[in-house]
């Protein structure tokens, strides 16, 4: 896949191509639909970095027969303290749901997982509202820094022990939108 001139010569390497992603996002989806057949279903994408993969989820389940009997989409948006490329577990929630969760088949919708902190401390928020159900699904999975021993109850690729960038993932806000995942050249680290 050729890219854009905004960001030629920074990618190192493509690690799952977009027909790669398309195909663990259905995976999700069929394994979704499966446990929610006949129930309402609340999908959480925690913004920014899920942005693509709870629409492109949503819809996929959309597509499942005998799935979920209705499907409401709504967002939270996070931001973590840490360095550039790993976050220190200090979570500050930016924007609450919109959707009551208390009573709701809640499903979390993460882009991905590295040291656990985020996810953890979204699940014990979410928790003490009392939801039906409560479930976590993440993309990219990066088991090698956990901190905490954090639940994933559907889990799309396992991602190499790399910032990774792409279909949502950003370094500094840039590169969210390549439809790939990749990792960068190493100077685009040192260019401020
Ligand atoms: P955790 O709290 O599990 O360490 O990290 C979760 C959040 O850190 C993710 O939602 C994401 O925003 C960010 N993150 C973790 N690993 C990466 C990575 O490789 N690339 C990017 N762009 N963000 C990451």
Not at 103 to 120: C, H
Not at 121 to 126: D, I, K, Q, T, V
Request: aromatic share 8%; glycine share 8%.
């Amino acid at each position: 896949m050729k890219i854009g001139q905004s960001y030629e010569g920074t990618i190192k390497r493509q690690i799952y191509s977009a027909e790669e992603i398309a195909a663990a996002i259905e995976r999700l989806a069929g394994r979704i639909a499966a446990d929610f057949t006949g129930q309402p279903l609340l999908l959480l994408g925690v913004l920014k970095g899920a942005l693509y993969v709870v629409t492109d989820l949503a819809r996929a389940i959309a597509l499942v027969p005998d799935g979920p009997s209705e499907i409401v989409v709504d967002y939270l948006c996070v931001s973590s303290y840490g360095n550039a490329t790993r976050t220190s577990g200090e979570v500050r929630l930016l924007k609450d749901t919109t959707a009551t969760v208390t009573g709701k088949n809640v499903v979390i919708v993460e882009d991905i997982v590295d040291n656990g902190l985020t996810l953890e401390y979204l699940s014990a928020l979410l928790a003490e509202r009392g939801p039906a159900r409560l479930a976590s699904c993440v993309l990219f999975d990066k088991p090698y820094h956990r901190r905490v021993d954090v639940a994933l109850n559907y889990v799309g690729l396992r991602c190499p022990d790399e910032f990774v960038v792409g279909y949502g993932l950003d370094y500094q806000e840039l590169f969210r939108n390549l439809p790939y995942l990749a990792q960068l050249q190493p100077w685009v680290f040192r260019v401020e």
